[in-house]
């Protein structure tokens, strides 16, 4: 299903001809896995050929909005970047964001604002796993991301968890955050407390997460999984200390 959806935000874009679009892509859980009709956002990064200015970054979120509400159901986040921006993400910058579901809808136009620093985890995962809706492979639009940016990507990602998300959330991103470092493997929540389950004698706070996101449970955190989140947060600012030659 979610390759239909996105096919119809990828003809609502081919419909604004000065939107120049490359190609289109899925990315997120549903191409790592863990992907739940009910609870998971569509992820979709959109590459245009060049930047454009205020009146076509609105003529294409209006157009995506009108397309995303035809399926009231499905909950979409999604940006609009250009090629340079995709081959190598510099600042971060962006056309269009947009997220639409049911309790809202939320926009940014990217005229005149600064970078979007999620776009460093969206852009590696579609170069390596996206899914292509139209246009070429994701692999030759996507330039790689050094790892010490990536790594410093999942850190703030985990931090932002800790801070503002519920328990699933911020336990399953810091496991995955975790094998990251650990292996270099980007995956998905579910996929990442596995694997840390696997490797903590199944410590309760990760079952307790894993049972929660398959049933959609939102819970609070709790002062084990406080814990657990804080120690995954020192493991990975100690992979972004400096190294030094002894």
Not at 19 to 36: E, F, N, R, T
Not at 54 to 65: F, G, H, K, N, Y
Not at 138 to 166: I, K, T, Y
């Amino acid at each position: 299903m979610p390759r239909q959806y996105v096919t119809a935000l990828a003809d609502a874009l081919l419909a604004e001809p000065e939107a120049g679009l490359v190609g289109v892509y899925l990315h997120g859980s549903a191409v790592l896995g863990g992907y739940m009709p009910r609870g998971s956002d569509v992820d979709v990064l959109a590459v245009i050929a060049v930047p454009t200015d205020l009146p076509v970054q609105e003529r294409m979120r209006d157009c995506l909005i009108r397309a995303a509400q035809q399926r009231p159901e499905t909950a979409l986040e999604m940006s609009i970047i250009t090629a340079a921006t995709a081959a190598d993400l510099g600042d971060c910058l962006f056309e269009v964001h947009v997220v639409v579901n049911r309790d809202e809808v939320r926009t940014v136009l990217g005229a005149g604002q600064g970078g979007d620093p999620d776009l460093v985890l969206y852009s590696e995962v579609c170069r390596r796993h996206g899914l292509t809706v139209y246009g070429p492979p994701a692999s030759e639009v996507f330039g790689p991301v050094p790892e010490q940016r990536l790594v410093r990507a999942v850190h703030d990602e985990v931090r932002w968890g800790h801070e503002h998300g519920h328990l699933s959330y911020a336990v399953l991103n810091a496991c995955r955050a975790l094998r990251f470092a650990t292996e270099g493997v980007l995956c998905s929540k579910l996929d990442g407390g596995e694997w840390m389950l696997g490797r903590s004698s199944g410590e309760p706070v990760i079952r307790q997460a894993l049972a929660d996101q398959r049933q959609g449970v939102v819970r609070s955190m709790t002062p084990d999984a406080n814990r657990f989140v804080e120690k995954a947060l020192d493991e990975l600012s100690r992979q972004l200390e400096p190294h030094t030659e002894p």
